[in-house]
């Protein structure tokens, strides 16, 4: 019997000793997942009668490499790069914007300067962001969901 025990015990120390770095984060700990540097590469466009997507496209290569920046002091950075066709290469478009940001766990919603997201996925590596209130984008009478998806 105290084998069984001992062994059923082992099994559940090992078990819970897993890797879950891409799991959801509890609440308390959103503010710190979100602080960092964040790569928009996608964005979908979801009808709000029947959730089917509307639309649904990758992001420009320079698009990609522009910068999302959430500090643990509530300040949000966008560095914004552009094509450079004469060179073919991203360049930076302008200076980089300092914005205040702020997380309200109970609705899960993110404000960055007055723009509303919802924060419905936020993992170690992956973050999805819905905007607050999108505008019927297929005329169906019900406003649709604009998701951006972001990568660190």
């Known amino acids: 019997m105290k084998k069984t025990q001992l062994i059923?015990?082992?099994?559940i120390l090992l078990?819970?000793?897993?890797?879950?770095?891409?799991?959801?984060?509890?609440?308390?700990?959103?503010?710190?997942q979100l602080t960092g540097i964040w790569?928009?590469?996608?964005?979908v466009i979801i009808s709000g009668k029947d959730n089917t997507i509307l639309q649904s496209y990758e992001h420009s290569k320079c698009e990609k490499e522009s910068i999302h920046e959430f500090k643990n002091n509530n300040k949000y950075y966008l560095t914004t790069f552009v094509m450079n066709f004469s060179t073919n290469q991203c360049k930076q478009s302008g200076t980089t914007e300092q914005l205040p940001y702020n997380y309200i766990p109970t609705n899960k919603l993110l404000d960055i300067d007055g723009e509303k997201y919802y924060l419905n996925k936020l993992t170690n590596q992956d973050m999805e962001l819905q905007e607050y209130d999108y505008y019927d984008q297929n005329g169906d009478g019900q406003k649709d969901k604009k998701i951006d998806y972001y990568r660190k």
């Open 15 to 32: 078990s819970s000793c897993g890797n879950h770095n891409d799991e959801p984060i509890e609440e308390k700990n959103t503010t710190h």
């Open 8 to 11: 059923i015990g082992i099994s």
């Open 39 to 43: 790569h928009k590469y996608k964005t």
